[in-house]
């Protein structure tokens, strides 16, 4: 496990989007090309402006994203299907393939549709982040470490909709739904490199379960820790509680 705390959120975007780049480029040097997985939210917005300005032959990348709402419009502000639409796919020359989740559809028939996918392309490189609630993807406490399924129905905690109506994405925490479509936490692990980014000092409890608790589904981020390949990028607010368990800091 690799630890980058960086000066400012601005800088942990860069170096986090610098070393997904060189991730993707060496995979598609390798395997003709490059699975990976695209997380959203405010955490990912840095590391994706850097991501962009990459010199990637995007051609060659297969992409996934982690998890979207049910019963949400894509038209509506928080679908994360609009925002990588948005902030990603448009800025890039179009990839190989594009797997996003689609929320507006039987879930159950999605998830079907999303696992015979997932299931052909082994993913090279994860983005992702950690919720104020410890959660990896949607995977709110008590996430389910066991099951096999790459992706499910997952209801979100309170914390974990306050957290979103918080960020802006809402006018009001009835607005926020109540279930949505996540990536498995295995299906995660499951990933070559997963690279976190997570700033603010609104998630340093989090980070600090994250990375100093015993591994446990109460703090599912904290999976991460079994991992062989995951880089944490964090800044100084988001590790302000970080204590000397943390094996590896990086300025």
Same mark, same amino acid.
């Given at each position: 496990? !690799?630890?980058? &705390? @960086?000066?400012?959120?601005? %800088?942990?975007?860069?170096?986090?989007?610098?070393? +997904?780049?060189?991730? $993707?480029?060496?995979?598609?040097?390798?395997?003709?090309?490059?699975?990976?997985?695209?997380?959203?939210?405010?955490?990912?917005?840095?590391?994706?402006?850097?991501?962009?300005?990459?010199?990637?032959?995007?051609?060659?990348?297969?992409?996934?994203?982690?998890?979207?709402?049910?019963?949400?419009?894509?038209?509506?502000?928080?679908?994360?299907?609009?925002?990588?639409?948005?902030?990603?796919?448009?800025?890039?020359?179009?990839?190989?393939?594009?797997?996003?989740?689609?929320?507006?559809?039987?879930? !159950?028939?999605? &998830? @079907?549709?999303?696992?015979? %996918?997932?299931?052909?392309?082994?993913?090279?490189? +994860?983005?992702?982040? $950690?919720?104020?609630?410890?959660?990896?993807?949607?995977?709110?406490?008590?996430?389910?470490?066991?099951?096999?399924?790459?992706?499910?129905?997952?209801?979100?905690?309170?914390?974990?909709?306050?957290?979103?109506?918080?960020?802006?994405?809402?006018?009001?925490?009835?607005?926020?739904?109540?279930?949505?479509?996540?990536?498995?936490?295995?299906?995660?692990?499951?990933?070559?490199?997963?690279?976190?980014?997570?700033?603010?000092?609104?998630?340093?409890?989090?980070?600090?379960?994250?990375?100093?608790?015993?591994?446990?589904?109460?703090?599912?981020?904290?999976?991460?820790?079994?991992?062989?390949?995951?880089?944490?990028?964090?800044?100084?607010?988001?590790?302000?509680?970080?204590?000397?368990?943390?094996?590896?800091?990086?300025?």
């Amino acid at each position: 496990m !690799k630890i980058t &705390i @960086s000066e400012n959120p601005l %800088s942990l975007g860069e170096v986090a989007g610098r070393f +997904a780049a060189n991730l $993707i480029r060496e995979t598609i040097n390798k395997n003709g090309q490059a699975n990976i997985i695209l997380a959203t939210g405010t955490s990912q917005f840095e590391t994706l402006n850097q991501l962009i300005k990459e010199d990637i032959d995007w051609s060659k990348v297969v992409m996934f994203h982690l998890d979207e709402y049910i019963g949400l419009p894509i038209s509506e502000p928080a679908s994360f299907r609009k925002y990588l639409k948005e902030r990603f796919l448009a800025k890039v020359k179009p990839l190989k393939e594009v797997y996003l989740i689609d929320g507006e559809t039987d879930p !159950k028939e999605e &998830i @079907s549709k999303l696992k015979s %996918s997932i299931l052909a392309r082994p993913i090279d490189v +994860a983005l992702v982040g $950690i919720g104020e609630n410890g959660h990896l993807a949607f995977n709110d406490p008590p996430a389910d470490f066991d099951t096999e399924e790459p992706y499910l129905i997952v209801d979100l905690d309170e914390k974990c909709r306050n957290q979103q109506f918080g960020e802006g994405w809402f006018t009001s925490l009835e607005e926020v739904p109540k279930q949505a479509i996540s990536m498995s936490v295995k299906q995660i692990m499951k990933s070559k490199h997963i690279i976190c980014s997570v700033p603010d000092e609104r998630k340093a409890q989090a980070v600090k379960d994250s990375l100093e608790q015993s591994v446990s589904n109460l703090f599912p981020a904290s999976i991460l820790q079994q991992h062989t390949n995951c880089s944490f990028y964090l800044d100084k607010a988001s590790a302000s509680l970080l204590s000397s368990v943390v094996e590896e800091k990086e300025a």
